[in-house]
């Protein structure tokens, strides 16, 4: 057998980290080499993911530290503006090594590949650095790519996600209980989710983004307006035809609930509503915002980077 391929995680603490931490000890071609936390430093992993058996204690390493460790991939899954010690110091001490950055730091940046398997997958695969993509950013990217060149105006996507999103610094929009019986929406013009989704579809996009009681799951309602009439059926088989072999994207009729991409590892895509004149769609993308909209999409990542098959990992 041969050996496995070693991970360090910086951001092991947060919602996300936990994720990934998680998705790692269940994968047969990986194996969690450090994970750093500040907070839980000298506490063993497995005591925040009962799945690591590896013995790991969370360490509080500096971004030196890091690059000088022995990885063969290094996942941030740090609060935005925090990637850039641990990228540099990367650079210097270990420049062939793959970064896998769950922030928004990298995104906008053209020497990185973004990270969106379904619809970047051919320039992943060769990639050592690799921004990930937004949990809000992924579905809308998701929900609207198949219809771009169809759009004559903008599109609008109303979005609404689990407060695990908000991460764990407490604020307004991960308070349980000022959520409780309530939906708050905020920043309701130049989210960086629309910006990015924007940068990577190529067109304006509009987008209104609430969180809701629930800890985790995510939906976006996209309206698209179209240059021609279009009817249910062929908006259906449009997506059909793009997503046919995409193993973590479903298709159904309906329009999916928030609750069905609680726990889903990939997107459930459905509504395909069209107005009466046949100019304006409606379509329905869900998913977790912890999995697809960050861990898993993250162990895709890994998985290409390291010419590994792609779902290696990952629990359809």
Known sequence: MSEPFLVGLV????????????LIAGH?????????????A????????????????????????V????????????????AGPYVDAIETHAPHRIIIDLSADYRFDDAWVYGLPELNRKKIKAA??????????TAMQLAVAPMVEHLRATPAVFGVSGYSGAGTTPSPKNDAERLKDNLMPYALTGHKHEREAARHLKIP??????????????IATAHLPLKDAWDAAALKKRFQDQYQNEPLIALQDDPPELKNGTGRAGVLIGGFAVSDDGKNAVVVAAEDNLLKGAAVQAIQNTNLALDLPELTGIDL
């Open 128 to 137: 050592s650095r690799i921004a990930n993509p937004g949990c809000y950013a």
């Open 28 to 40: 047969p071609e990986l194996m969690l080499a450090y994970a750093v936390s500040r907070e839980y």
């Open 67 to 82: 690059a000088k460790r022995r990885a063969d991939v290094v996942i941030l899954a740090a609060p935005d503006g925090a």
């Open 205 to 218: 996009v509009r987008f209104m983004p609430h969180v809701h009681p629930a800890f985790s799951g995510l």
């Open 11 to 22: 951001g092991a603490r947060g919602h996300t980290g936990r994720a990934l931490i998680r």
């Open 42 to 65: 000298g506490r063993r992993v497995a005591t925040v993911a009962p799945e690591d058996q590896d013995e790991c204690i969370f360490e509080a390493l500096t971004p030196d530290e």
